[in-house]
């Protein structure tokens, strides 16, 4: 069984940076892809940046393309997940997934990012 846990969350002013951290229980041996997602009071859970540790290409929505990066350990054990320029409907809390081609299947607890004005 895998285990992710997030930290680096916090609290920050428009215009800001924050990077997230994403640290693995374990070798992640049958996981192809790392994801972020987040979700906020009210709204639908919202992907926000993807993975895939074969070959580290990485992809993003609209809403955060430009602003978000993705990255990982050389061990693959730890991904991070660069934010700068944030807004504050940027705020959320954030969850990091792990998972094959099909599907997440392992997920953390989440950690809270809050963008004041």
């Known amino acids: 069984q895998v285990q992710l846990v997030e930290s680096g969350g916090g609290s920050v002013q428009a215009g800001g940076s924050l990077r997230l951290s994403c640290a693995a229980s374990?070798?992640?041996?049958?996981?192809?892809?790392m994801g972020w997602f987040r979700q906020s009071t009210g709204k639908e859970r919202e992907w926000v940046a993807v993975l895939y540790t074969g070959g580290d290409s990485t992809d993003y929505p609209d809403s955060v393309k430009g602003r978000f990066i993705i990255s990982q350990d050389n061990d693959k054990k730890k991904v991070y997940l660069r934010m700068n320029s944030l807004k504050p409907e940027d705020t959320a809390m954030y969850y990091c997934?792990?998972?094959?081609?099909?599907?997440?299947?392992?997920w953390g607890q989440g950690t809270q990012v809050t963008v004041s004005s």
């Open positions: 997934a792990a998972g094959d081609s099909t599907q997440y299947y392992y």
């Open positions: 374990t070798y992640t041996y049958n996981v192809d892809r």
